[in-house]
């Protein structure tokens, strides 16, 4: 276990002196990092070359757009998107209505802490795109047993930690289990969500889902839940019979990891939407005010930043530069929007001033 950093300002002095990759921006604190005699990590060693990279791309796009135009007949929605009311999403959701012409229908799951001006924005972006949108929100005493135990005990092995606080494993997992739901309820043959490239592998950006990989995934995001509240977490999960009854099982999407990824031109399409940047989240949300708790206790735990491995993979695909990422690494979260996410949570001493506990 690493040591528990409890202050800003002890953060900040370990943060100069960690050692990070000289290429991308992970440190040596990084669960199995290895750096070679240039200082270069072994992710960016087996990154392909850019040529590579844009030819995947390109190969993924034509692929998409292909689907896309099969789909297009089809009645009913032709799209469900995982739409969390930030930028990445906002604009997924915009691309898959306004470039690509599909039916859409948008589900928010709502953990409690999503922020006043992100429901705001997806109220004014909703009715501009002329689309449906379904909010799911679990009872909070529910959510709040979860994201309590994701934080206290390990509920998710290291493999899930080094991309994702306990605290986000444990939203994912609801979310995607939510949307799942609603896909097989409803016969809609793409979910959608608004993964940058650096959150989720090219290989993993679109493929059609079997029966074998649904029953792994569900049987992978609701057994840590099954552990603290049982039952409770059913509901928000396909069940055995709706599984078994589905007809054609659908696609997953992440279509920002082989389309355009410029987060200015991404900000610019969706402010003419009438969305607005939150000032009330930390520096790696445009959405959830839990954010920023989850990613100082994760760091506490850890040793190390959950966006850590996002941004380095955007680093090491040209989106963005290594001195940006790095900015965005030292950025703290508001010290109010922390101690109301500790109040909202019950009595844990907010994270940077205790152990959590």
Known sequence: MHTVIHTVQERAEVGKSVKRCTRCVLPETFPGIQFDEEGVCQYCRRTPPPERLAAQRARLRTRFETLVQQIRARPGYHALMGWSGGKDSTYTLWLLKERYGLRVLAFTFDNGFVSPAAFKNMRVVSENLRIAHVIVKPPFDMLRRI???SIQSDLYPLRAL?????????CMSLAKGIGLRIALTR???LVVYGWSPGQVPLASALFRTNRSMLEAFLQTAKAPLEEVVGEQAHPYFPSDRLLEGAGSLP??????AFLEYDEEEMLRSIRRLGWESPRDTDPNSTNCLLNGFACQVHQQKMGF???VMELAGLVREGYMSREEALARLEEEPAPEVIAAVSVKLGSIPSPGRGSVG
């Open 187 to 189: 016969s809609i043959p």
């Open 147 to 149: 994201f309590l135990a």
């Open 162 to 170: 080094e991309r994702a606080s306990g605290i986000c494993n444990a």
């Open 251 to 256: 696609y997953f999407v992440s279509p920002l």
């Open 305 to 307: 930043h959950p966006y």
